[in-house]
């Protein structure tokens, strides 16, 4: 999207642009700091082999994609009205495949197997995994992704919301199975 911005001969700033660099900018900052906060819990030798719940991690499993999803959509959208062209839109397939990449290819499924393999059984994992969203912070709608048992949670961390449930599906932590049933 920037070299169709940079090819154009429009040269007023734009209000859509102005808006577009907050969102890029509020994106590469999530993704810098969620990336610093894991190097950072990375680097303690008492955080070895344990999973970062703190700082921007509380409040989603994968804010550092989630930045760069949003930086993507920002920068997308700051080019736009300096497009000469119609088929400069069609620059919009950059952030789409960047976060159909993040979410459904590399990125994510990787990451929430290989959490699945280390921390399944954990009950402080369940927990997590439960209660936080798995890419948009604070969004725990839906889980397209294999969940621990909700049998790990203790009665206390059982006091989910009702919205917060899906139907209850016990993976083993090689299993590839996903939950599907994000009607709930």
């Not at 994106?27 to 955080?47: I, M, S, W």
């Not at 952030?95 to 990449?101: E, N, S």
């Not at 979410?103 to 369940?126: H, Q, T, V």
Request: charged letters at 20%; a negative charge; aromatic letters at 14%.
């Amino acid at each position: 999207p920037s070299l169709f911005m940079w090819q154009t001969n429009k040269s007023s700033i734009q209000f859509v642009s102005i808006i577009g660099w907050v969102i890029y900018l509020f994106g590469l900052v999530f993704e810098t700091v969620a990336d610093y906060q894991k190097t950072v819990f990375r680097g303690n030798p008492l955080n070895k082999g344990k999973f970062i719940t703190t700082g921007l991690w509380s409040i989603s499993r994968h804010p550092n994609y989630f930045g760069e999803i949003v930086l993507w959509f920002g920068l997308y959208i700051s080019a736009a009205p300096f497009f000469s062209s119609q088929w400069a839109y069609f620059s919009i397939l950059c952030p789409i495949a960047t976060a159909l990449q993040i979410c459904f290819l590399s990125g994510i499924p990787m990451l929430e197997k290989s959490g699945m393999e280390r921390w399944g059984n954990d009950p402080k994992y369940a927990k997590y995994v439960h209660s936080t969203g798995v890419l948009v912070p604070w969004l725990v709608c839906c889980e397209c992704t294999p969940l621990p048992s909700k049998e790990l949670l203790t009665d206390e961390d059982n006091n989910i919301d009702d919205h917060e449930r899906n139907e209850e599906v016990r993976l083993e932590p090689d299993d590839d199975r996903v939950i599907e049933d994000c009607r709930t």
